[in-house]
């Protein structure tokens, strides 16, 4: 056997989704790193001292910088400079600094700001992260469904040309579910932070006339519920970076917190904040209601109580279901006004993007499809939302057997393609699928669309 | 995509022995070093429910059966099925590892149709019978 990638080198698998990125090892059960793939970006102005970037608690990332530096001899120099200084990591990004701006690389789940692509990937081989160096190590990346032929190759490209990696595979992330899910053939429902897609595989190959998709999802939701919340008076979502103390109050009482003073926050960056807050607030008090809508049911329903940053506290009733019923029926939850560029009339509930999906595989197979649905993303973690799929499907394909997997096991739906890659990065078998350094020198870039079908 | 495990001579052979009708069914699956596909069992003198009692409850298997049944008003039919047998129990490593090299196995034996099956109810004779009388 072959040890082209012996033992001791393992890959680097990197899952950049919209809302959070992954990376680690090969072979490992979990990534090493998980942080937020929106960046803080500071405009040159606001860079001190020559592009040294200005920083907390990552200031050490400097440290090893020095060539020859005895305590951290593999290190790296960071190749730099771009204009303007780029903060990546979930600490760094979520601590307030005067102009930062906060930004997201991606569009519709693919690469839009390469500059920022190259940010992260150095953030996670140097930067005190794996501390790797990418000549090393083939790297293995997942993709959206629809990702495109330019972006592929522009990987591919930086991949060899820039990082000089050993090898490198790139693989589609529904694929990488429906394998996790021991389902060569799967529908996959991917609802995560900012769309929901639902892509059939086909014996391990996506099915690219059945893809839907559409922009409604966790952070749709998030911004929903902060308009909601914060059209009463009584509330303002202060997020934890403007307290500066905070006291306990009674239900619906003011808080009157301590704030502190924060001059050139960014909107951005004030947002991201926001919108983190209403994130855990999705998480400690939203649900989906099992079976079709029922205004009376629903406010017959237990309340549940938030605390917001700023120590006030109160109980929330309808709009705990009201939020994630958008995804079930956007045509009846979703107000116009709230969306730009979108026809409300264009979208579709989850359950009817499935059947959709489904309807556009060939009639042969829809019984199988239907038989094996599989969730992922974050934001299919709300509670309630399986038995809501499947209440929806039952209804919609009447006789139909449907059977939806949604690992109870956290990881395994949130991180179910960097699972998948880590497994397939790590078998020996797989070095012959690795597109080689030998084959790019050959054949180019375009030797992705050949090698990563 | 695919995961690279190839498949041992002998999986050939005895495919080709089942077809002759030597055996009823065969259950492969893929060595501990995650390297090929191998025989696992073959087995000649059996029943259908013995067969889906033979899949391992909590690991994968890929497998082919002999499947003999009676078509309304045609008589007598005869099916080779491709298995693969991925059990929900089963852990995440072993499913990713046997989905991704299903397809390319498949392809080397000339079977009628394949039943994917991630619980018994999916593998049952019913199931599979409905099947082959629609896909003849």
New interface residues.
């Given amino acids: 056997m072959s040890t082209f990638y012996g033992d001791e080198v393992s890959a680097i698998v990197l899952d950049i989704g919209s809302n959070w990125t992954r990376a680690g090892y090969a072979g490992e059960d979990t990534p090493k790193l998980v942080f937020p793939t929106s960046y803080g970006f500071l405009p040159e102005e606001n860079v001190e001292n020559d592009g040294d970037i200005v920083m907390g608690e990552n200031s050490n990332a400097n440290l090893g910088e020095s060539e020859g530096d005895p305590y951290y001899p593999k290190r790296k120099k960071r190749p730099k400079k771009r204009r303007g200084s780029y903060i990546i990591g979930d600490a760094a990004v979520m601590a307030w600094r005067p102009s930062m701006e906060i930004k997201n690389p991606l569009v519709d789940g693919t690469i839009r700001d390469w500059d920022a692509l190259e940010e992260i990937w150095d953030y996670i081989f140097w930067e005190d992260q794996l501390d790797i160096d990418p000549k090393e190590h083939p790297l293995f990346v997942t993709e959206a469904a629809w990702n495109t032929r330019e972006i592929r190759e522009k990987l591919t490209e930086i991949a060899f040309e820039k990082y000089q990696t050993l090898a490198f595979y790139i693989a589609k992330n529904p694929v990488l579910s429906a394998f996790a899910a021991g389902r060569p053939t799967a529908i996959v429902l991917d609802c995560g932070a900012s769309s929901t897609s639902c892509v059939p595989v086909v014996d391990g190959y996506v099915l690219k006339k059945g893809i839907h998709k559409q922009p409604i999802a966790g952070d749709f939701l998030s911004e929903y519920l902060l308009q909601q919340i914060q059209s009463n008076p009584q509330i303002s979502v202060i997020p934890h970076y403007l307290i500066s103390k905070k006291f306990i109050v009674d239900a619906d009482k003011p808080s009157n917190p301590i704030l502190r003073d924060r001059p050139n926050t960014t909107e951005s960056y004030n947002k991201f904040m926001q919108m983190r807050v209403m994130h855990e607030f999705k998480e400690s008090v939203c649900q989906v209601f099992e079976t079709t809508y029922d205004e009376l049911v629903i406010s017959a329903r237990p309340m549940k109580t938030f605390e917001f940053p700023d120590g006030y506290n109160t109980s929330f009733g309808p709009l705990r279901f009201n939020a994630p019923e958008i995804l079930f029926s956007p045509q009846k939850f979703l107000p116009q006004s709230s969306l730009e560029g979108i026809d409300v009339s264009s979208l579709y509930g989850v359950h009817e993007m499935i059947c959709n999906s489904v309807g556009s595989c060939d009639i042969d197979s829809q019984p199988h499809l239907l038989n094996n649905i599989i969730l992922t993303g974050g934001t299919t973690l709300l509670p309630g939302f399986t038995d809501r799929v499947n209440y929806e499907l039952s209804m919609m394909r009447p006789g139909s057997k449907i059977k939806i997997h949604a690992p109870g096991n956290t990881i395994e739906r949130k991180c179910s393609s960097w699972l998948g890659g880590s497994i397939l990065a790590s078998l020996g078998t797989f070095h012959q699928l690795w597109i080689s350094r030998k084959e790019y020198d050959d054949y180019g870039k375009s030797i992705v669309e050949k090698k990563c079908e | ?6 498949v041992h001579e002998d999986c050939l052979t005895k495919f080709k022995d089942l077809r002759a009708g030597k055996f009823k069914y065969i259950l492969f699956k893929i060595s501990q ?4 596909i191998v025989t696992d069992t073959t087995v000649k003198d059996t029943t259908y429910d013995e067969f889906v009692a033979s899949l391992p409850e909590g690991e ?1 298997r890929f497998a082919v059966y002999d499947f003999e049944y009676e078509k309304p008003g045609e008589g007598h039919r005869r099916k080779l099925i491709f298995y ?1 047998w ?3 129990t ?1 852990n ?2 072993s ?6 090299s ?2 390319g196995f498949r392809k080397k034996l000339e079977t009628s149709f394949e039943i ?1 099956g ?1 619980e018994p109810s ?1 593998v049952s004779y019913e199931t599979v019978l409905e099947r082959a009388v629609r ?1 003849s």
């Fill in positions: 995509m695919a995961s690279g495990v190839k070093d995650f390297e090929e994968p693969s991925i059990p929900d089963a995440v490593k499913k990713m590892i046997y989905a991704s299903k397809e994917q991630t999916e896909t």
